[in-house]
């Protein structure tokens, strides 16, 4: 495990940075925030979740797998249906009955 993250690690550019936010004193003086850039295609991971840079910097790995994992992932493919004769009946007796609905709410006309 630790060697996968060094191969994706050497691929790729760490910069560190104060998370800023909550937490106080600890949070703004140091530099625990890690923000991983993947060369090759551009996906950066970013993550402050720990006080510890080190831990900080597994995290952002694991995220960026996971991230490359989906990128090189192919959706199945759509089985086209479609709708039964059945459907398209009842669908139409719907449609029938909520226009005669509606057309009753309409004031009636009075002839003189």
């Known amino acids: 495990m630790i060697k996968k993250y060094l191969d994706l690690l050497s691929s790729c550019d760490v910069q560190t940075f104060r998370a800023g936010g909550k937490g106080g004193q600890h949070q703004n003086k140091t530099e625990s925030a890690v923000r991983l850039v993947h060369r090759p295609t551009g996906i950066t991971a970013v993550c402050r979740d720990e006080r510890s840079q080190h831990l900080n910097k597994l ?6 797998e996971r991230k490359l994992a989906k990128l090189s992932e192919r959706p199945k493919p759509r089985i086209t ?9 009842k669908r139409r007796k719907k449609k029938r009955f909520q226009a005669q609905k509606k057309s009753q709410r309409k004031k009636p006309q009075i002839d003189e």
């Not at 995290?59 to 960026?64: A, E, Q």
């Open 81 to 89: 249906t479609s709708v039964s004769q059945n459907q398209k009946i």
């Open 59 to 64: 995290r952002c790995l694991g995220i960026l």
